[in-house]
């Protein structure tokens, strides 16, 4: 009864379903892929952790202002809601002197220093970073610039050898203590450079265990805070960054902004991709409709000879399954083969390497979308029919 | 079956004058099986009569009873019910599918029902003398081979009550007759009744009661 029922409207909403089912699975599976990498270990860009300090101005050099967080910036930066943690960078109340240990290599050198301390969760570098009492040493990260200023300014204008990092790691530095009226020296070892970090970091418990001991007895508000903030914050942080007049590297701004970005374009085309979608659902809606109009007058008599509402809505449900099964099991395998043959070989060839999250997901977005099809065609389907059935 | 009809007017024939012995005016209330002629010239309302006890169309003052229930009450799901078990209907326009032949007409009906067997349909295409049209499409059917095809295809479920709208307007006399008996012999079967409305002609046929529009 429904045959020759092929038409362009028919057409259309066919390709437009298939258009925009495969556009949307191809943006959500990309998105899940960005996903991804914001959340796993090794990470393309890095978590979104900054470090923020104040902006030193000329009023800071004079002493008419400070770069200190006060307890109340502290609270301030937990209470934003695109932060999700804060760590204060804790000092060391006491001097720090280091020298070499002689024999291990390094050239005599004496240079005071400075130690900081941050939880252990915010440090990018993978080293064994415990430390206690008994511990034969105590490790030292340095920031990764560091060794380039000795290697290529102050070694050469000072014609002294150049240190590799291997050789840097390898011998002990002689670590001297003075603070609280105690002097002492231990043992420190370089156990890795931060790419991040710029200070030089000490394990916090060595901190907690010196300054109990080597404290003068100052109350240190810290100078610089780690902030991790959530996916696509950019915006926000800028503003906090006008607002407590901020200082934050570049470079970790420049990851935000990345990270929005791709975050906003991906956004934008599977907002595109869901319009599409929704538009040749109204296009099937609209075809089921204009069949339905065909046919009225068939629908009418089956419904005068004794055949029930669901009966006929079932026949048309059954051809839209057919129809629209179809079109689900197209879009997911076109989809598979971009992925496989076009994203994924772009991808390696920019040199990207994404943990693929895998199709699962994106077939389970398939099939809901499946359903949604289905079941908004049922009901203006069984409305038209009763419709038609009640005029009888 | 019981259908009862109170000061029951339809809307376009309002305007009309209606004779003492019009239904329209007096009402009645029959009880089925019986046979019963409706006899009335054009435009008195014979096919609105046919519709409103159907179902089909509301557009009346008044009440019609079937069972004692106010007919416009019922679902459309009653409705449904009621074409599958209990009334059925040949309309005055028939209502047939035309791209389809006279046998899947008739098996669109007997798929829903599983009323006769095959060879029983057949049968009544014999008796009825269309075996040859079973695999023509209805609309290159002539009408009184078109009725034909009505008739049998209203005899294919149960009924208690069977509407026929002017069944035999395009049959001949000795047609009519054969076409009367068939549907005489199963309305036995069925224990039913039914309504034949007519511009006059009884069909040689003796009907247990006789209304008027």
Redesign the interface.
């Known amino acids: 009864m429904f045959r020759n029922s092929t038409n362009f409207q028919f057409v259309f909403a066919t390709a437009g379903a298939l258009v925009g089912l495969t556009a949307l699975l191809l943006s959500f599976n990309l998105m899940l892929d960005v996903r991804s990498f914001h959340s796993s270990e090794k990470e393309l860009f890095g978590p979104n952790s900054v470090v923020i300090q104040k902006k030193v101005t000329k009023l800071t050099t004079i002493g008419m202002n400070n770069t200190e967080f006060t307890p109340e910036d502290i609270e301030m930066l937990r209470s934003k809601e695109f932060i999700t943690d804060v760590a204060p960078f804790q000092s060391a109340d006491f001097k720090v002197g280091i020298s070499e240990v002689p024999g291990d290599g390094l050239p005599h050198f004496y240079a005071d220093m400075f130690f900081q301390a941050i939880p252990d969760r915010f440090m990018d570098v993978d080293v064994d970073w415990s430390w206690n009492e008994n511990s034969e040493y105590i490790p030292i990260v340095l920031p990764r610039d560091f060794i380039m200023i000795i290697n290529y300014g102050f070694a050469q204008s000072q014609g002294i050898n150049q240190i590799s990092e291997e050789l840097l790691m390898a011998a002990r530095l002689t670590i001297h203590i003075d603070g609280n009226g105690k002097k002492t020296t231990m043992i420190g070892r370089v156990v890795g450079f931060s790419q991040k970090i710029s200070s030089i970091l000490v394990p916090e418990s060595f901190l907690h265990y010196a300054n109990g001991i080597y404290s003068n007895g100052n109350i240190i508000n810290p100078s610089r805070v780690f902030i991790t903030t959530k996916d696509d914050s950019y915006g926000e942080l800028e503003e906090l960054m006008d607002e407590m007049n901020l200082d934050i590297s570049q470079a970790s701004i420049d990851v935000a902004k990345i990270k929005t970005i791709i975050t906003v374009v991906i956004g934008i085309f599977g907002v595109a991709a869901l319009l599409i979608m929704l538009l040749s659902l109204m296009g099937f809606v609209q075809y089921s409709q204009l069949m339905l109009s065909k046919v009225s007058y068939e629908i009418r008599t089956l419904i005068r000879i004794g055949y029930s509402v669901k009966s006929i809505v079932m026949t048309f449900i059954i051809q839209m399954i057919v129809i629209f099964g179809i079109i689900t099991v197209c879009s997911i395998v076109i989809m598979m083969i971009v992925n496989v043959l076009v994203v994924n070989v772009w991808l390696d060839e920019n040199g990207i390497h994404l943990e693929k999250s895998g199709m699962g997901p994106s077939v389970i977005l398939a099939v809901l979308c499946f359903g949604l099809f289905i079941g908004s065609n049922f009901l203006s389907v069984r409305k038209t029919i009763f419709k038609l059935g009640k005029s009888s | 079956m019981k259908l009862e009809f109170k000061s029951v007017l339809p809307f376009p024939l309002q305007d009309y004058h209606h004779a003492e012995e019009s239904v329209w005016k007096k009402g009645f209330a029959l009880n089925f099986p019986s046979r019963v002629m409706l006899n009335a010239s054009s435009g008195k309302g014979k096919s609105t009569f046919v519709n409103t006890v159907?179902g089909?169309r509301f557009d009346y003052d008044g009440t019609v009873l079937l069972d004692d229930k106010d007919i416009r009450q019922f679902s459309?799901?009653d409705w449904?019910e009621l074409?599958?078990?209990s009334i059925s209907?040949v309309?005055q326009d028939l209502?047939l599918?035309g791209?389809?032949t006279a046998w899947e007409n008739l098996q669109?009906?007997n798929k829903?029902?599983a009323h006769k067997t095959d060879d029983e349909i057949m049968l009544m295409l014999e008796k009825l003398g269309i075996p040859d049209k079973k695999n023509q499409t209805c609309k290159t059917l002539s009408l009184g081979q078109q009725q034909r095809v009505a008739i049998i295809?209203s005899l294919l479920?149960p009924y208690e009550l069977l509407l026929l709208d002017e069944p035999f307007s395009h049959l001949d006399e000795q047609n009519s007759a054969i076409a009367l008996d068939l549907i005489s012999t199963e309305t036995t079967k069925n224990n039913g009744g039914f309504i034949l409305t007519s511009l006059g002609s009884k069909h040689g046929f003796e009907f247990d009661a006789e209304l008027k529009l």
């Open positions: 159907y089909v459309l799901h449904i074409r599958k078990k209907v309309f209502q599918f791209e389809l669109i009906k829903l029902t295809r479920q």
